[in-house]
């Protein structure tokens, strides 16, 4: 078993999916943040939990519009109870646990930094739900990631409280919160929240950057297969090498570029298939020409030969990307927030760390850079099917009786409609705003949906670079006997071997190809195909 122990400032991106992901993992709160939590809420307790004291935002004061209303100290614990209600005004299809998952951890470091000011057994809370498995069910749709993420952070802090509306899924069981709540064993079923305690759990765009966190931390073993696919197909279609020279990338030296070009050189390291003798041999079904001599190429199409000014950018908005979500993780982002003073005392201080702007504009990068890695890959795997185009490739990769048996050009099709999809998901979600709540919230960063849109482009973009991989491993199967004694590079070899561990060559004819769809977006989530390169040739990315 796991064990982190959360601070507020040093939780990474690998925890939080190691969090979300394995539910071995067990969370604790540092001493020293629950240490400031019961000296920051001892101070407020003495000092600020009278009718005479000064208005504070979410404190003693409505929200909203009514922020200029003073909630007496007898309606306290009700007005967090009808808070909850209030917000809870999403809608949908739920977040997956694993969001969940991740997003009670990142509300629980955010407190942990003692900017927030709820009760350290609101910690608790949040953890004794997380190390029991208990994670509550939370509509997709709502929030318009500022104030933040309103509305499915209030059916998690439902849950927290032991609302009999709360629905949470316990055991692979969806059920209600207090049924969840009893069968853990993790104390009572009604859990009052008090002063600031609804509003630390309700705001912040936490959700957004648990979507955010997630879909950065696949897009990034995304980009390492897509590296793996292009080299298969390299292989398949006797690629150039000299587009991968190190003299050309330096003379434009992008990192994201001269990486690329440096990443291929190592996966196809030994290769002769990518040299001029594996070109110089004609294929079958190539085309050619009776009145001139043949002459092998000299340079490739760009879904080839522009691989590393392609997925460099990609590369590099990765890099950006992960700076804005380590920030996220470890910042406070809810209103109002609580600082020591040199006297010892503690000041509230009311501010906008609730807006999503950063996650909503770096997750319309990912979206538009993950978007244009799906769509050369496509173009390549397009290639495969077309011998016109693939240097006398079989036609579609069929095998079995030809007509009777069509191959693979269906299969591709489907990748398109990816692309295309992937293609309208990629406009900006964070240049859009619609003012809310009588206007008081006159521009919004819709992180939420932004986040949303991009973990599906990496989600759909999965399935376009295990396809690749598929067909190249085809393509090359069905041509080992025209290339006698030609081989593979050491990282291609070692992919396309544990692609064939797998999935055996078609070479009998059709057969139901979803099946091998399935696996092949497999190898991508499940990393199987990148681990077994990782074993043959150490890190390549």
Not at 398 to 419: F, I
Not at 474 to 484: D, G, K, S
Request: include cysteine; charged fraction near 20%; charge should be negative.
């Amino acid at each position: 078993m796991t064990t982190i122990t959360i601070d507020g400032s040093t939780l990474n991106a690998a925890q939080v999916i190691e969090v979300a992901r394995n539910r071995d993992s067990k969370i604790v709160l540092a001493q020293s943040s629950r240490d400031a939590l019961q000296k920051s809420r001892a101070y407020i307790e003495a000092n600020w939990m009278n009718d005479a004291a000064p208005l504070m935002y979410s404190f003693n004061t409505g929200v909203g519009l009514l922020k200029d209303t003073r909630i007496p100290m007898q309606h306290i614990e009700p007005f967090q109870t009808q808070l909850i209600k209030a917000h809870a005004a999403g809608i949908g299809e739920p977040f997956s646990e694993e969001v969940s998952r991740a997003t009670m951890l990142l509300r629980a470091n955010a407190f942990a930094s003692n900017y927030s000011a709820p009760r350290v057994e609101v910690v608790d809370r949040l953890l004794a739900f997380l190390n029991a498995g208990i994670h509550p069910v939370m509509p997709q749709k709502g929030s318009v990631g500022a104030s933040g993420d309103l509305a499915p952070l209030a059916y998690l802090a439902a849950a927290l409280a032991g609302f009999d509306e709360a629905a949470v899924i316990y055991k692979g069981r969806r059920m209600s919160a207090p049924e969840a709540i009893l069968q853990a064993g993790i104390g009572s079923v009604n859990f009052a929240l008090q002063a600031k305690d609804t509003s630390a759990l309700i705001n912040g765009c936490t959700v957004s950057l648990a979507v955010a966190v997630l879909a950065a931390g696949d897009a990034r073993n995304l980009l390492s297969d897509a590296c793996l696919s292009l080299g298969l197909s390299m292989e398949a279609m006797r690629a150039e090498m000299s587009a991968f020279d190190e003299r050309i990338h330096q003379a434009r030296p992008h990192a994201g570029q001269i990486k690329t070009a440096a990443i291929m050189r190592k996966l196809l390291a030994g290769s002769t298939r990518t040299t001029h003798e594996a070109r110089a041999i004609q294929f079958p079904d190539e085309l050619r020409r009776s009145d001139i001599e043949y002459t092998p190429r000299i340079q490739d199409v760009y879904s080839l030969r522009c691989a590393p000014q392609v997925y460099g950018p990609v590369f590099d908005a990765l890099d950006y990307i992960d700076t804005i979500v380590d920030k996220e993780i470890n910042s406070a982002t809810d209103n109002p927030l609580i600082f020591g003073t040199d006297d010892g005392g503690f000041e509230i201080i009311s501010g906008g760390n609730f807006h999503g702007q950063y996650l909503a504009q770096a997750m319309d990068l990912l979206a538009m850079a993950v978007t244009d890695l799906g769509s050369i890959c496509e173009r390549r795997v397009a290639r495969l099917i077309d011998p016109t185009q693939s240097w006398g490739l079989p036609r579609n990769l069929m095998s079995g009786v030809r007509g009777v048996n069509t191959g693979y050009p269906v299969v591709q099709c489907s990748l398109s409609s990816l692309v295309m999809e992937n293609r309208t998901l990629c406009m900006p979600g964070s240049v859009d705003s619609i003012p809310a709540k009588g206007n008081s919230e006159d521009h919004v960063s819709n992180s939420t949906w932004c986040a949303r849109k991009a973990a599906t482009v990496v989600a759909n973009t999965q399935y376009i670079v295990g396809v690749e991989m598929l067909l190249a491993a085809q393509a090359l199967t069905m041509t080992e006997t025209l290339l006698p004694g030609f081989v593979l590079g050491q990282g291609t070899l070692a992919a396309y071997d544990e692609i064939r561990r797998q999935i055996p060559a078609c070479l009998d004819g059709d057969r139901w190809f979803h099946n091998d769809i399935v696996v092949a977006q497999s190898f991508v989530v499940s990393g199987s195909v990148r681990g077994a390169v990782e074993r043959a040739i150490g890190a390549f990315v």
